[in-house]
């Protein structure tokens, strides 16, 4: 059985208050996550001060905002994860950042050192800023929403020229929220056969829906090794990217659906049968029995047996061998037929 890596992608739910991220962390924590993603970031270096607002930039009712303050302004310090950090040590959850610029990459490469990587889609096709990743020989998730099939490639290639480290191809965008029809589960089967890469789905469905903690168990039949899902304290306060994030609470049953789910799934190859398999079977199967009195001495006939369920007796596939056998008991309509029942 295989373990599902999850990811509670906390983004920017901290609202740029350090207390707040630390929070979110150890709900994750306790939910069961066994990563938390965070989002490092230079402004100055990731997006020109006009950049425009509008729709799909950032949540629902900061459209008009300049998003480039509105994210100064809940962005946190390199100090702050510094102390997120050293806190996520201390607890046992292992971080996955997304350093948006190269300054944020190396600076989250030497101070933090995370256990994952992720590329976002606005640097995908940045090929230094990919090359320079992959000589951390970290494994790194390549956010592949909204990216061609040979943009995916090209960016593979710049990694693997460089790395050998684990490669993680993740399907999946935030529409604040995605739509249904926008997830495509299918396709990670599609990206496993294209590119021999393990694969993952980073699922942005609306979070108040009770679809929410189920579509991305879908993902894991397909292939998906790692899933990720947004994490926030309160989705009443409508802080970023709260469309597809659950709580705490909502995000621990997520967690106890995906292990539930691994469980059902087992294993693909045909091995003996388990234990409960060999009850169910030894209760279920008919065996054979007298469709009529039977008399002692009398040699046993096909019209003698019948297949009923019954808790003793032969199964029906040694009815060959027992054609033309001596009966050395009387035995009953019904009664199970036995080897020792045989002369």
Known sequence: MEHIKIIAEMAWAHDGQLEKAIKIMKAAKEAGADAIGIHVTSLEAYMVPHYGSGKGKVSEGKEHLQIYNYLSDINLSNENWIAFSQEAKKIGIDLCVMPNDLASLEFVHTQIKPKYFVVSAASFIEREFIEQLAKTNTTTFFRIGGALLGEIEQAVTWFKNISNAELVLLHGFQNYPTKLEDTNIKQLKSLQDIFGLPVG??????GSSPLALNIPLLAIPFGATYLEKHITWDRNEKGED???ALNPDDFKTFVEYVRATEIALG???W????EASMRYRNITRKRVVAAKPITKGQQLQSSDLTFKRSDIGLTPEMTDLLLGRTIKKDIKENEAIEWEDLA
Not at 201 to 206: E, G, T
């Open 267 to 269: 294993i693909s190859s």
């Open 242 to 244: 709260f469309e597809s």
């Open 271 to 274: 091995q003996k049968l388990s």
């Open 201 to 206: 789905l980073a699922d942005h469905i609306d």
